[in-house]
Protein backbone atom coordinates (compact mmCIF):
# COMPACT_ATOMS: atom_id res chain seq x y z
CA UNK A 1 0.00 0.00 0.00
CA UNK A 2 2.02 3.26 -1.40
CA UNK A 3 1.54 5.88 0.91
CA UNK A 4 1.44 9.16 -0.68
CA UNK A 5 1.70 11.64 2.20
CA UNK A 6 1.81 11.83 5.92
CA UNK A 7 0.65 14.70 7.61
CA UNK A 8 -0.49 15.13 11.38
CA UNK A 9 -0.12 12.12 12.24
CA UNK A 10 -2.64 10.79 9.46
CA UNK A 11 -0.98 8.21 6.81
CA UNK A 12 -2.82 8.79 3.16
CA UNK A 13 -2.47 6.10 0.81
CA UNK A 14 -4.28 4.01 -2.25
CA UNK A 15 -4.23 -0.01 -2.30
CA UNK A 16 -2.17 -1.18 -4.93
CA UNK A 17 -5.18 -3.35 -6.16
CA UNK A 18 -8.26 -1.31 -6.79
CA UNK A 19 -10.55 -3.84 -8.19
CA UNK A 20 -11.05 -4.65 -11.91
CA UNK A 21 -12.17 -2.37 -13.48
CA UNK A 22 -10.03 -0.18 -11.00
CA UNK A 23 -12.07 2.26 -8.62
CA UNK A 24 -12.71 5.97 -9.15
CA UNK A 25 -9.52 8.04 -8.09
CA UNK A 26 -9.40 8.31 -4.37
CA UNK A 27 -7.30 8.46 -1.02
CA UNK A 28 -7.41 6.33 2.35
CA UNK A 29 -6.50 8.30 5.11
CA UNK A 30 -5.51 6.45 8.61
CA UNK A 31 -4.83 7.32 12.25
CA UNK A 32 -4.77 4.31 14.71
CA UNK A 33 -7.73 2.00 14.05
CA UNK A 34 -9.15 4.93 12.25
CA UNK A 35 -10.03 5.02 8.48
CA UNK A 36 -11.52 6.99 5.89
CA UNK A 37 -11.71 7.63 2.47
CA UNK A 38 -11.69 10.82 -0.03
CA UNK A 39 -12.48 10.83 -3.73
CA UNK A 40 -9.72 13.23 -6.02
CA UNK A 41 -12.08 14.27 -7.61
CA UNK A 42 -14.64 17.31 -6.82
CA UNK A 43 -16.47 16.79 -5.03
CA UNK A 44 -14.66 15.10 -2.02
CA UNK A 45 -16.67 12.78 -0.09
CA UNK A 46 -15.91 10.76 2.57
CA UNK A 47 -18.18 8.18 2.71
CA UNK A 48 -16.37 5.84 4.93
CA UNK A 49 -15.97 7.61 8.13
CA UNK A 50 -14.21 7.26 11.47
CA UNK A 51 -13.24 10.70 12.81
CA UNK A 52 -15.32 13.17 14.33
CA UNK A 53 -16.54 16.14 12.00
CA UNK A 54 -13.59 18.71 12.55
CA UNK A 55 -10.90 15.75 12.33
CA UNK A 56 -12.55 15.05 8.22
CA UNK A 57 -12.79 18.77 7.84
CA UNK A 58 -8.90 19.30 8.00
CA UNK A 59 -8.85 16.10 6.13
CA UNK A 60 -10.28 17.44 3.63
CA UNK A 61 -8.31 20.61 4.14
CA UNK A 62 -5.48 18.71 3.38
CA UNK A 63 -7.15 16.63 0.12
CA UNK A 64 -7.69 19.94 -1.02
CA UNK A 65 -4.18 21.97 -0.37
CA UNK A 66 -1.89 18.35 -1.34
CA UNK A 67 -4.40 17.73 -4.79
CA UNK A 68 -1.55 17.64 -7.36
CA UNK A 69 0.54 15.58 -5.01
CA UNK A 70 -2.13 13.14 -3.92
CA UNK A 71 -3.14 12.79 -8.03
CA UNK A 72 0.17 12.37 -9.55
CA UNK A 73 0.89 9.22 -7.11
CA UNK A 74 -2.04 7.62 -8.19
CA UNK A 75 -0.71 8.31 -11.59
CA UNK A 76 2.75 7.23 -11.34
CA UNK A 77 1.38 4.15 -9.37
CA UNK A 78 -1.36 3.03 -11.24
CA UNK A 79 0.11 4.72 -14.93
CA UNK A 80 -2.71 6.27 -16.03
Do not use: C
Not at 51 to 66: K, M, W, Y
Request: no cysteine.
Amino acid sequence: MPVALRQGGLRYYFFSNEGQPPEPLHIHVKRGGRTTISGLNLPYRLPIVGFNPRELSNILRVVEDNHDLLLKAWHDHFGN
